[in-house]
């Protein structure tokens, strides 16, 4: 990833307006979290966490993901061993996002960065590498962006587990495909061309197939592994194709 | 409000867990140096892990997620902003599911 870190580029907007920029690009997912945050909230309870232990989760773990997970395997008294190993598998697709957004990171101090990691969210993330890509990141931006997201989250976890079911069935009103749009609006800003094809359909294919064979949240690791896989295999020393180099601006 | 020290203890080791993932890729790739190979697969990896989070929904649920990303799609790929993405796929959502 050396060769290409088209990132940290001059004509860098100001501190504020990074802010800014940041908590904008978060608001229309904010509004994802706020179903998901109450629902999330509401099912804790339902589970045995006090609203005070909610608080706690969703301030110390920061995961939807990792959340719901803890949630179903909640007990009394509380298997710590079973829950904390069911965090480290949910959370294995962090490592290959945090491979990937380290040339983004490469202007940042690595104590702000190991800071920063902790609240790199699957949005955060993605938004983060499509700002990079435009050659506009900082870490007033990332700030800005994951200040909300952490805010929303912790803010609606609890008001769900205080207030009980707010929202009984999102499907109803649709706010269930909130994520998938917004996943869906980041993938379209990350095509660089012909090159991603393969690896996307191998993604996509081990996702289904192991979202239908094997029980948990394993299909994210799996695509993503299948993704690097198959991208790994058709490397070559010299590709004919350069196309994507840096033209990933949009 | 109560606190129980197992559930306490479950949310801290829940918490270093997934500290400890959000890390470890950041760590490894400073640590080591990546060869060509590796990092064509690096970059890769952003697509494929959003592509893995949707496919189920997208390809193997129903019509209706079908629908809304099929709306996602087309507003993301008439550059228009985000929010107007996920109004289009909620709106399609609910309305494939008033109608089938």
């Keep these: ?250 | 409000m109560r606190i129980d020290p197992s559930a306490l203890a479950a949310i801290a080791a829940m918490g270093l867990a997934t500290y400890l993932t959000r890390i470890a890729g950041y760590w490894l790739v400073r640590r080591f140096t990546l060869s060509g190979r590796i990092s064509a697969g690096l970059q890769a990896v952003p697509g494929a892990i959003l592509i893995a989070l949707i496919a189920p929904a997208v390809f193997a649920t129903g019509l209706a997620e079908s629908g809304a990303a099929a709306a996602a799609l087309l507003i993301a790929m008439l550059r228009w902003p985000m929010l107007v993405a996920i109004i289009a796929s909620a709106a399609a959502a609910a309305g494939i599911r008033a109608v089938v």
């Design chain 1, 1 to 250: 990833m050396a060769e290409n870190a088209p990132f940290n580029q001059a004509s860098q907007p100001t501190a504020r307006a990074q802010l800014l920029a940041g908590a904008g690009q978060a608001l229309p997912v904010v509004a994802g979290v706020a179903i998901f945050g109450t629902v999330w909230g509401a099912l804790a309870v339902q589970a045995g966490l006090s609203p005070l232990e909610v608080a706690l989760m969703s301030g110390l773990v920061f995961s939807g993901a990792a959340q719901f997970v803890a949630i179903e395997l909640w007990s009394s008294p509380v298997a710590v061993g079973t829950i904390a190993f069911a965090s480290l598998l949910v959370g294995l697709r962090h490592v290959l996002m945090g491979a990937s957004i380290e040339p983004v990171l490469r202007g940042i101090r690595p104590g702000h960065a190991y800071l920063a990691l902790f609240f790199m969210v699957d949005e955060a993330w993605a938004m983060s590498l499509r700002r990079a890509g435009q050659g506009k990141f900082g870490i007033h931006f990332y700030i800005g962006l994951c200040g909300l997201l952490y805010l929303s989250w912790l803010t609606t976890t609890v008001a769900g587990a205080l207030l009980g079911g707010l929202v009984d069935d999102p499907a109803r009103y649709g706010f269930d495909v909130v994520f998938t749009a917004v996943f869906v609006v980041l993938i379209v800003g990350l095509w660089q061309g012909r090159r991603d094809v393969a690896p996307w359909a191998a993604s996509a294919i081990a996702a289904i197939a192991c979202h239908r064979w094997v029980p948990g949240n394993w299909y994210i690791f799996v695509g993503g592994a299948a993704g690097l896989a198959t991208a790994m295999l058709l490397w070559s020393p010299r590709p004919e194709g350069t196309e994507g180099e840096a033209s990933d601006a949009d």
